[in-house]
């Protein structure tokens, strides 16, 4: 039964087990810092293109939605060799991009997350289960329906 197996496979991830850095290299707390509000994890990199397109339609949702749901785009660092915080902050300054970066190092985001591909995105609900998992590049109407998803629970 395939939905039986997706159930599983969210109730697998573990949130509260997400660990990565802000701009600052300070630690983020997952759970502590969600206050209560719903959240979106979206794990991406630089190299690709998916995630490079993608970006700007997270731009326009997030300022549609910031105060009610939480955004965390965190750049996959040591996905490459190349992916460094430089190349990282030419990017977002190239796109002119306002929201927010997060930082995953050495890996433990996207192992939390099981992420083997490009952008990963993943919908928290605010009780900190994953209710929806996107492999790959969304758009906005897609990212928005999730998020009226969340927003009703």
């Known amino acids: 039964d395939a939905s039986r197996s997706t159930a ?7 949130p509260k087990t997400v660990r990565f850095t802000d701009q600052e290299d300070e ?3 997952f759970v502590k810092d969600s206050k209560g509000k719903p959240a979106v994890v979206n794990i991406w990199a630089t190299w690709c293109n998916p995630c490079r397109q993608e970006m700007p339609e997270f731009q326009k949702v997030w ?12 750049n996959a660092l040591d996905s490459k060799p190349t992916e460094t915080k430089e190349k990282v902050e030419d990017f977002l300054e190239e796109l002119n991009f306002k929201m927010p970066i997060y930082y995953d190092y050495h890996l433990k985001t ?19 289960q994953v209710v929806h998992y996107q492999f ?5 109407a897609a990212i928005e329906e999730q998020l009226q998803k969340l927003l009703k629970d």
């Not at 599983?8 to 573990?14: H, N, Q, Y």
């Not at 300022?63 to 965190?74: G, I, K, P, S």
């Not at 997350?113 to 490009?118: G, I, K, L, Q, R």
Request: charge should be negative; proline fraction near 2%.
């Open 27 to 29: 630690m983020v707390d």
């Open 110 to 128: 996207m192992a939390v997350a099981n992420a083997v591909f490009f952008p990963t995105t993943l919908f928290i609900d605010s009780e900190g």
């Open 63 to 74: 300022e549609e939605y910031q105060d009610d749901v939480n955004f965390y785009l965190v």
């Open 136 to 140: 790959g590049q969304m758009d906005q």
């Open 8 to 14: 599983d496979f969210l109730a697998s991830i573990e």
